[in-house]
């Protein structure tokens, strides 16, 4: 089991920045790829980000591309999202999420979750 613990999110304007964090305990760390997922209301989970277990490759949705980072420190068991430029679209609950697929895109890729942080952007 891999329990994940996510933080970091709140309220801020468009334009604005946020880092999200994910604290994992459990199983070791570094076995997983970890990914950020994220889930507006009405709307079906979509992918945001994915790292490798080494944290040297790096996956990202095209609609944040070039404004979110996704990295991780295995020493610390963390895995982090810094979101710049934010816009009121990216308004949702972010999921951590570990799995052994690497970059997967599916949320079904991932067998453990963690119980989500809301991100508000406002116009």
């Known amino acids: 089991q891999v329990q994940l613990v996510e933080s970091g999110g709140g309220l801020v304007q468009a334009g604005g920045s946020l880092r999200l964090s994910c604290a994992a305990s459990?199983?070791?760390?570094?076995?997983?790829?970890m990914s950020w997922f994220r889930q507006a209301p009405g709307k079906e989970r979509e992918f945001v980000a994915a790292i490798s277990r080494s944290g040297g490759s790096t996956y990202y949705a095209d609609s944040v591309k070039g404004r979110f980072t996704i990295s991780r420190d295995n020493a610390k068991n963390t895995v982090d999202l810094q979101m710049n430029s934010l816009k009121p679209e990216d308004t949702a609950a972010y999921y951590c999420?570990?799995?052994?697929?690497?970059?997967?895109?599916?949320?079904?890729?991932?067998?453990?979750w963690g119980q989500g942080t809301q991100v508000t952007v406002s116009s």
């Open positions: 999420a570990a799995g052994v697929k690497i970059g997967s895109r599916r949320s079904d890729g991932y067998a453990y």
């Open positions: 459990g199983r070791t760390f570094s076995n997983y790829g």
